[in-house]
């Protein structure tokens, strides 16, 4: 079992840049594979990005792919969301999710087991 606690949200003017950190408890963290998603008001918690539970494979959604690197570290039981080029659109509520498979290549919420509460991104000038 992990519990995902996600940390470094706030306010960036469009084209700047931002790291997410998500930081999970737990002695297993290295078995799972970590996922992002992100909620915009009034629509569906939509998959980020996904990396595998050692790092090697990772699966970004299309509309941030060139802009968004994801990245772990299981020496500090931390995944990370370096997000660039920054738009308007990318303003949401940030979750940082525990998938049991560990392959990193699931972009459906139903497949991860242990979110965190979320931390909020605002794009705006």
């Known amino acids: 079992q992990v519990q995902p606690v996600e940390s470094g949200g706030g306010l960036v003017q469009p084209g700047g840049s931002l790291r997410l950190s998500c930081a999970a408890s737990g002695r297993t963290f290295s078995l799972y594979a970590m996922g992002w998603f992100r909620q915009a008001p009034g629509k569906e918690r939509d998959f980020v990005a996904a990396i595998g539970s050692d790092g090697r494979n990772t699966r970004y959604a299309n509309s941030v792919k060139g802009r968004f690197t994801i990245s772990r570290d299981n020496a500090k039981n931390t995944v990370y969301l370096q997000m660039n080029s920054l738009k308007p659109e990318d303003t949401a509520v940030y979750y940082c999710?525990?998938?049991?498979?560990?392959?990193?290549?699931?972009?459906?919420?139903?497949?991860?087991?242990?979110w965190g509460q979320g931390t909020q991104l605002t794009v705006s000038s």
């Open positions: 999710a525990a998938d049991p498979a560990g392959w990193g290549n699931s972009v459906s919420p139903n497949e991860y087991t242990y």
